[in-house]
């Protein structure tokens, strides 16, 4: 069991290294970025991320899943080429329809077509990275974010006289990580037919899988676009870089321990072996790693985001204070929700996905009725809690089953 744990945690730190460099790429130049653009430009940016995340999973239908967990390697390569044929055919249709739509109504043409090709690349991104993760390619999978990373703070920071400099840079980040993921081997040539009959025989995937995430991803990103239309830009732009911000520490370790968790999970239970060991293990790690961070956030956010990006961002701090807890809990469980999606257990997440937007969507409701963004803050941080408190238990339960339905 040592020797399993021990090669465990080195595939974690392999990919850690890159996903750590370029995280910490992207925590060093938002210093610079917070001072060349406003809260404003950071709004906007922010509704762009929060669109091209929901469209992604339209252009997916969540079939990258297949990737990691089909038995047949026909089952990978043809999973990888339907993810880039429907991303292709939605991405094109989003655009032509708004082109379309911009003759008969007043349309920000320019942003769709931004989202668009936003998430197109990042459904391609998608399947080359979970079939690197596949190959075991951890090493081009780290090399790929950091050079993301990079092309994206440079052009972010060559473009500050455009209003939607951030997007660009954000279009360059992401269409640099498909094109070296794809030199290093995450290109497959492309059966049409093959690859579509998966909709027929892998219904799971876009009947189950994608309601629940879409559920999933519309609950973590609708208050962003809900807020751009009811409350100040200064604010939205302030929640945009909270967001930002304690998604690094997840993007940094807790991305790199969901990969290598869901695959080794996978093999263990598809072995009849319990998985109860690596899911304690990882959790009780998260949970020592992340409690500096939860502290400095709970007690000193204001101060610490005031100091690192200058007084017009003093209330991106207290938004982390309040959600500190979520942040920590978030940070510890996360990467193992991911289990969750093995087999018939889909169903679980549904629900609990389903709740979830039931209590978001009671959250905005209250704000907008009382016109108060903090309590917004508030209503989600305690619906966060209760979330990750069920992924916890249901994950615990899957873990010992000893068996993939």
């Known amino acids: 069991m040592l020797t399993i744990k021990n090669a465990y945690y080195r595939k974690i730190a392999v990919l850690f290294s890159g996903t750590g460099l370029a995280q910490l790429i992207n925590l060093v130049g938002l210093p610079f970025l917070t001072r060349l653009y406003s809260p404003e430009h950071f709004a906007w940016f922010s509704f762009y991320s929060a669109c091209v995340a929901i469209l992604t999973l339209v252009a997916t239908l969540k079939f990258e899943n ?18 880039k044929i429907i991303s292709l055919f939605v991405s094109s249709f989003v655009a032509l329809s708004a082109l379309v739509l911009s003759f008969f109504i007043k349309l920000n043409l320019e942003l769709v077509l931004f989202i668009s090709l936003g998430s197109g690349f990042a459904a391609w991104n998608l399947a080359n990275y979970y079939l690197l993760n596949r190959l075991g390619e951890y090493s081009v999978m780290a090399r790929s974010r950091v050079l993301g990373a990079v092309v994206f703070l440079i052009s972010a920071i060559s473009l500050t006289d455009f209003i939607y400099g951030l997007l660009w840079a954000s279009l360059a980040g992401v269409l640099s990580s498909v094109v070296f993921t794809s030199i290093n081997g995450g290109a497959r040539r492309v059966n049409i037919n093959k690859s579509l009959r998966l909709l027929k025989s892998e219904t799971s995937y876009y009947r189950i899988v994608l309601p629940s995430s879409f559920l999933d991803v519309l609950s973590s990103q609708i208050p962003l676009i809900f807020s751009k239309g009811n409350f100040s830009l200064d604010k939205v732009g302030n929640y945009g870089l909270y967001n930002k911000c304690v998604s690094l520490p997840s993007a940094i ?14 093999k263990l239970l598809n072995e009849n072996q319990s998985a109860k060991a690596i899911y304690l293990d990882t959790a009780k790690k998260m949970l020592y790693i992340g409690l500096l961070p939860y ?7 204001g ?3 005031m100091f690192a990006f200058g007084a017009e961002w003093y209330f991106a701090g207290e938004i ?9 809990m978030g940070f510890v469980i996360s990467p193992m929700s991911t289990i969750i999606y093995f087999g018939n257990y889909k169903k679980l997440d549904f629900i609990i996905q389903f709740l979830m937007a ?4 009671a959250c905005l409701i209250v704000s907008y009725l009382f016109n108060d963004f903090l309590l917004m803050i508030k209503g989600l941080t305690i ?5 990750y408190i069920l992924q916890f238990w249901v994950g615990y339960r ?7 339905y």
């Open 295 to 301: 502290i400095l956030l709970q007690f000193y956010g």
């Open 358 to 361: 039931l209590s978001i969507g």
């Open 303 to 305: 101060y610490l985001f």
């Open 398 to 404: 899957i873990a010992c089953s000893k068996v993939v």
């Open 383 to 387: 619906s966060y809690v209760v979330k």
């Open 66 to 83: 297949h990737i990691l967990l089909s038995k047949s390697q026909s089952g990978v390569t043809h999973s990888v080429s339907l993810v």
């Open 320 to 328: 982390a204070q309040i959600m500190a807890i979520r942040f920590y």
């Open 253 to 266: 370790l807790g991305k790199a321990v969901a990969d290598v968790f869901k695959k080794e999970a996978f």
